[in-house]
């Protein structure tokens, strides 16, 4: 099940997510429209879930698969010619992701100013990627139209403040090193965290007598 969010603005930043939002709206509708008839795209990861807890966005990640056919595919390269690019793969890479190629710009204007959108190219629809990010509250992410949505991973971790690994399928570390710092008031729960150790191999409890012996 998918839920919607709306962005609060009675935070101390809260315009700044709401204008971003616009900003991004235009942003991945305005690339939806150069590329071939039938791609799809999402904004997605970082960007919403920066909105969603009142904050300004670092950069902006669109997530889009184009049409599997050869003249599609080719035109997808014209218009990509234009923009940097930052990586290319072929089929599934380190990430464990169906990446085809990375490419970014920079914006020079508007709520989006000084800060890169990055093109990222599937194989596969975006949302298949989206809900299959290791860490919890990267399971967020934007239409065309603007709203902004969550699976059951991220409505879970946000209101009960908890960080967690989805899977292990990919390298996480890069992720948990970008999102720990900034999330002081959530608890990470690695893979597998039970909450108490097998009686077998927990520390007995403690006591004053076995200290001073």
């Avoid at 204008?19 to 904004?43: C, D, E, H, R, W």
């Avoid at 597998?192 to 076995?210: F, L, M, N, S």
Wanted: net charge neutral; with cysteine; hydrophobic share 35%.
């Amino acid at each position: 099940m998918d839920y919607t969010i709306t962005l609060r603005s009675d935070l101390s930043t809260g315009m700044w997510p709401k204008a971003q939002q616009a900003a991004a709206k235009y942003q991945l509708n305005k690339f939806l429209k150069s590329m071939p008839k039938g791609t799809i795209g999402y904004v997605a990861g970082g960007a919403p879930r920066d909105w969603h807890h009142g904050w300004g966005c670092r950069d902006l990640d669109i997530f889009y698969k184009v049409p599997a056919t050869y003249d599609d595919m080719n035109a997808a390269e014209k218009v990509l010619e234009k923009y940097h690019t930052t990586h290319n793969y072929s089929g599934y890479d380190y990430t464990g992701q169906p990446i085809v190629s990375v490419h970014e710009y920079p914006v020079h204007s508007g709520s989006l100013r000084f800060r890169k959108v990055q093109l990222i190219r599937l194989e596969v629809n975006p949302i298949v990627v989206i809900k299959d990010f290791p860490i919890n509250l990267s399971h967020i992410w934007m239409d065309t139209k603007g709203h902004i949505k969550c699976d059951f991973h991220y409505y879970y971790g946000y209101n009960a403040r908890i960080i967690r690994e989805v899977h292990r399928n990919q390298y996480n570390y890069t992720y948990l090193e970008k999102i720990l710092p900034r999330f002081d008031d959530y608890t990470f729960c690695p893979l597998g965290w039970q909450g108490e150790r097998p009686e077998a191999t927990a520390i007995p409890d403690y006591k004053v007598e076995d200290a001073l012996n």
